[in-house]
C-alpha cells in the first residue's frame, strides 16, 4: 500500500511570508498528487490538481510542484485568510490524504 | 448552482445501521463518479468509498470494506452511502465529494463537496 507522509504537521508564519508544505509518496505515483485546503467547520477545498494545476478561482499565490514521490505546495505570500489545514491527496491506486499541515499566523 | 447536499447522519449505537444520502443538483450527476470521505473529530481526512459514474464499479477502504455499501439513483440525483454493523470508530463527519472532469477526462480530484453530516456511534 502507498503511503502518504506530509510535513510539518503544523507551521506558524507571519503574513506576507512564503510557506511551504511537502508530501512524500512511498511509491512513484507520477503527478496524481491534489491539495486542499480545510477551514475549520468547513468542507475542504481543491486548490491544485495533478501536482502543479490551480484550480478555476484558487489565487495565484498557491501553487504545487513536483512527480513520483515528492511533491511541494507553495504559498508565495501568506495571507490572513490562508489559515486553515492543508492536506495533500494521491490519486495512484485508492485515494489517500495526507495527515494534514494546521497553519496558523505567527 | 452546483451543489451537493447530504442527509441522514444522526446518534446511532454501536451495531446499527444508517444511511446516508447526497443530493446532487446544478449538474449531470450521471456523468461523474462520486466519493464518500469522513473525518473523525479532530482528526484528518479519511477516504471512505467510491462509486464509478454509471454504478458499475465499487472501491472501499480496508476500515468499512463488507460493512458499508456505496451506491447512487442516477435518476434521483442520489448517491448513498449505507453503513451496517456500527463502531465507535466510525463517528465522522460524512462528507460526499464529486470528481473533478474536464474535456471529456476525469480524475480522483475532489471539485465539489457536500458541508457534511455528522455520524455519532455511541451507547
Known amino acids: 500500500d502507498i503511503q502518504m507522509t506530509q510535513s510539518p504537521s503544523s507551521l506558524s508564519a507571519s503574513v506576507g511570508d512564503r510557506v511551504t508544505i511537502t508530501c512524500q509518496a512511498s511509491?512513484?505515483?507520477?503527478?496524481?498528487l491534489n491539495w486542499y485546503q480545510q477551514k475549520p467547520g468547513k468542507a475542504p477545498k481543491l486548490l491544485i490538481y495533478?501536482?502543479?494545476n490551480l484550480e478555476t478561482g484558487v489565487p495565484s499565490r498557491f501553487s504545487g510542484s513536483g512527480s513520483g514521490t515528492d511533491f511541494t505546495f507553495t504559498i508565495s505570500s501568506l495571507q490572513p485568510e490562508d489559515i486553515a489545514t492543508y492536506y495533500c491527496?494521491?490519486?495512484?491506486?485508492?485515494?489517500?490524504f495526507g495527515q494534514g499541515t494546521k497553519l496558523e499566523i505567527k | 448552482q452546483v451543489q451537493l447536499v447530504e442527509s441522514g447522519g444522526g446518534v446511532v449505537q454501536p451495531g446499527r445501521s444508517l444511511r446516508l444520502s447526497c443530493a446532487a443538483s446544478?449538474?449531470?450527476?450521471?456523468?461523474?463518479?462520486m466519493h464518500w470521505v469522513r473525518q473523525a473529530p479532530g482528526k484528518g481526512l479519511e477516504w471512505v468509498a467510491v462509486?464509478?459514474?454509471?454504478?458499475?464499479?465499487?472501491y472501499y477502504a480496508d476500515s468499512v470494506k463488507g460493512r458499508f455499501t456505496i451506491s447512487r439513483d442516477n435518476s434521483k440525483n442520489t448517491l448513498y452511502l449505507q453503513m451496517n454493523s456500527l463502531r465507535a470508530e466510525d463517528t465522522a463527519v460524512y462528507y460526499c465529494?464529486?470528481?473533478?472532469?474536464?474535456?471529456?477526462?476525469?480524475?480522483?480530484?475532489?471539485?465539489?463537496w457536500g458541508q457534511g453530516t455528522m455520524v455519532t456511534v455511541s451507547s
Open positions: 511509491q512513484d505515483i507520477s503527478n496524481y
Open positions: 465529494a464529486r470528481v473533478r472532469c474536464s474535456g471529456g477526462s476525469c480524475s480522483d480530484a475532489f471539485d465539489i
Open positions: 462509486i464509478w459514474y454509471d454504478g458499475s464499479n465499487k
Open positions: 446544478g449538474f449531470t450527476f450521471s456523468s461523474y463518479g
Open positions: 491527496q494521491q490519486y495512484d491506486n485508492l485515494p489517500l
Open positions: 495533478d501536482a502543479s
